[in-house]
């Protein structure tokens, strides 16, 4: 009588590669997984120090009642300058892990920063100023965070006795 071993082995065999098909399409689905959880993390955590930055700056408008050159001396380092009828604009630089970066013209054209706040501060005719405030990303060139502010400016009142 003739066993029947080669049937057996073809069975084992194919068996074989299906539990390792298995098992690397589950790998796969790990490795998806875990690349969108580290994008996730590394996105709120530049929602959160944009957040963060964009409320520094607001504190600082309305503190200095809108004035854009005393709003430049209370951030170390930015820049600052006058650009006519488009308003103020204050530039604060930062490195891949948030920290401010000294801003000059000649930093802002050798992009050897990573994200970059911007605020624009506009006077209307009836005496509003505005603030827009974002903060981009620069390798993707894409907002992460925009605040729009509005203030009208206090007048001083003289001490009357």
């Known amino acids: 009588m003739k066993s029947r071993t080669s049937s057996r082995t073809g069975l084992f065999l194919m068996e074989l590669i299906l ?9 796969i689905l790990c490795i998806q997984m875990f690349v969108k959880s580290h994008t996730l993390s590394k996105s709120s955590v530049e929602l959160n120090h944009s957040i963060l930055w964009a409320q520094n700056v607001s504190e600082a408008f309305y503190g200095c ?4 050159s005393a709003m430049s001396e209370l951030f170390e380092g930015c820049y600052y300058e006058i650009r006519g009828e488009h308003g103020e ?3 604060l630089l930062f490195d891949e892990n948030f920290c ?3 801003a000059s013209a000649d930093t802002l054209t050798n992009n050897n920063y990573s994200y970059v706040l911007t605020a624009l501060i506009t006077q209307k005719e009836n005496g509003l100023l505005t603030c827009s405030i974002w903060v981009t990303e620069i390798s993707s060139k894409y907002s992460i965070y925009d605040l729009t ?3 009208f400016p206090e007048k001083e009142v003289p001490y009357e006795s």
């Open 19 to 27: 539990a390792v098909l298995l098992f690397s399409l589950a790998s």
């Open 65 to 68: 009642n809108g004035n854009a």
């Open 89 to 91: 604009h204050l530039t």
């Open 100 to 102: 401010p970066i000294e």
């Open 149 to 151: 502010l509005s203030l």
